[in-house]
């Protein structure tokens, strides 16, 4: 459920509206800030810009995140093309303001990606 706040803290006025998403032991804070509307982000931006790599979203299973992503694209998204290597696959969604991984990462390889689980990956049991 989104929420409308008045911001403060150096936002005098401003009004924000956002909505948190719980996943095991996190929490994500989505936020939109309605007034004052921000700047156009450049054709050019990427999220690195703000000093971060990107947001990965990886099963164990192959077959989940290739349902995820031919989800993604079939609400008309925009990915990278899929890479493929046995059981590991990934692709970035490539929109604006929006910089997402969606990748199969076998559990024997997971030091070798610095991925550590800390939830269930979509439609997989806990």
Same mark, same amino acid.
């Given at each position: ?11 005098? #006025? ?9 996943? *095991?032991?996190?929490? %994500?804070?989505?936020? +939109? ?5 921000? /700047?156009? %982000?450049?054709?050019?931006?990427? %999220?690195?810009? +703000? *000093?971060?790599?990107?947001? !990965?979203? !990886? ?8 349902? $995820?992503?031919? /989800? =993604?694209?079939?609400?008309?998204? /925009?990915?990278? +093309?899929? =890479?493929?290597? *046995?059981? !590991?696959? #990934? ?8 910089? %997402?991984? $969606?990748?199969? =990462? ?5 030091? !070798? ?11 997989? +049991?806990?």
């Amino acid at each position: 459920m989104a929420r409308s706040t008045k911001c403060s803290g150096g936002l005098d #006025g401003a009004r924000s509206e956002s909505f948190l998403v719980k996943g *095991g032991s996190f929490v %994500v804070e989505v936020v +939109q800030y309605l007034e004052p509307v921000g /700047r156009p %982000v450049p054709e050019d931006y990427c %999220v690195a810009d +703000q *000093g971060l790599l990107n947001v !990965a979203m !990886a099963s164990y299973e192959r077959e989940a995140a290739e349902r $995820v992503l031919d /989800r =993604i694209e079939s609400a008309g998204y /925009r990915s990278a +093309q899929r =890479i493929t290597m *046995g059981s !590991a696959c #990934g692709a970035y969604v490539l929109e604006p303001e929006l910089m %997402v991984e $969606v990748c199969a =990462i076998p559990e024997e390889l997971e030091p !070798a990606f610095g991925f550590t689980p800390v939830a269930p990956f979509f439609g997989q +049991q806990g």
